[in-house]
């Protein structure tokens, strides 16, 4: 619904009325002679310039998280190793809650929530084949004495 106020030399919008929320949106005064503009489309919001597309977000963590899953190394840092990707994948969780599920399509958004949990179950997983081969090796270690 909106109310326009016209005269014979102008027209001026005096009220406006959507069924979506408003996102504000602050514009350079010195390029703009508008004091206000209210976008009703997420679509057309400004991109924020600090964030990183998710999906470089989520790379670069998949690569540590693999990197870590396929390694073959079995020290006592495996522990450490796995509260801090875990950590990480948590951390990247909430970035995407918070940060990301507005700028994200629906589609997407599902897409990296799956990714985020196969990592943490995949991390879990080297946990538990780490602890197998600890026991194993305990076992084997201690027939042999």
């Not at 326009?4 to 009220?15: A, C, N, Q």
């Given at each position: ?13 005096e009220y406006?009325e959507?069924d ?9 005064i010195?390029?703009?002679a508008?004091n ?9 919001l400004?991109?924020?310039?600090n964030?990183?597309?998710f999906e ?14 396929y390694?073959?190394?079995d ?25 990301y ?7 997407e ?37």
């Amino acid at each position: 619904m909106y109310i326009i106020k016209k005269t014979k030399h102008d027209s001026s919008i005096e009220y406006m009325e959507y069924d979506d929320p408003a996102y504000e949106v602050k514009l350079d005064i010195n390029k703009f002679a508008i004091n206000n503009l209210y976008v009703y489309d997420k679509k057309y919001l400004p991109k924020s310039h600090n964030l990183l597309p998710f999906e470089y977000v989520f790379a670069e963590l998949a690569n540590h998280v693999f990197g870590y899953i396929y390694s073959d190394e079995d020290d006592d840092d495996s522990d450490t190793t796995f509260s801090t990707l875990l950590g990480e994948v948590e951390k990247a969780n909430a970035m995407l809650e918070s940060q990301y599920k507005e700028f994200l399509k629906r589609q997407e958004y599902y897409t990296y929530l799956d990714k985020i949990s196969f990592l943490k179950e995949e991390l879990y997983n080297k946990l538990e084949i780490n602890k197998y081969n600890r026991n194993i090796n305990s076992l084997i270690s201690g027939k042999s004495r």
